[in-house]
């Protein structure tokens, strides 16, 4: 109970130390002297950050093809197209690693589409923005696909 009570203060006091310590104590198979607890919530935490990354991504490339494809504003359309080729490939760079997202990706891209879309009537409001996305909704395609002329 001793040794709980230090991995957990540990914990608490350097989050790194803690870390190599675990990683140490797996490495050595003594699992029984392991802060589960603790444990178990940065696994899960790690899952959430990507997912939290993924969401955050999406909704500043929506945010930017959609500038991109509906403002009338050719001289900030080179700054948006670098945005774009930096999120596509930040993106793909995440699903390359944790290719389970794709569920992800596909289950929040309205929600992202959406709000993108309310942020951008209320940056933009003499621009007519559509209500639906016109394109594919293949991720392939919208990690890659060049929409506009």
């Not at 797996?26 to 392991?34: D, Y």
């Not at 950050?49 to 929506?62: S, T």
């Not at 209320?122 to 991720?139: A, H, K, R, V």
Request: charge should be negative; include cysteine; charged fraction near 30%.
């Amino acid at each position: 109970m001793a040794q709980t009570n230090l991995q957990k203060s540990l914990y608490e006091k350097d989050f790194v130390a803690w870390l190599d310590r675990t990683a140490a104590k797996l490495k050595q198979r003594r699992f029984e002297e392991i802060d589960l607890e603790n444990l178990i919530e940065e696994i899960e935490g790690l899952a959430r950050r990507d997912r939290r990354e993924l969401k955050n991504r999406l909704k500043v490339l929506l945010s930017h093809l959609l500038k991109r494809l509906y403002v009338n504003s050719p001289n900030d359309y080179r700054g948006w197209e670098i945005t774009i080729r930096e999120q596509r490939q930040q993106l793909s760079d995440l699903l390359e690693q944790s290719p389970s997202l794709s569920l992800y990706f596909t289950e929040v891209f309205s929600n992202c589409r959406q709000t993108a879309l309310s942020d951008l009537r209320e940056d933009y409001p003499e621009t007519q923005f559509p209500n639906e996305w016109q394109y594919s909704l293949e991720i392939e395609s919208l990690l890659t696909e060049k929409f506009w002329n």
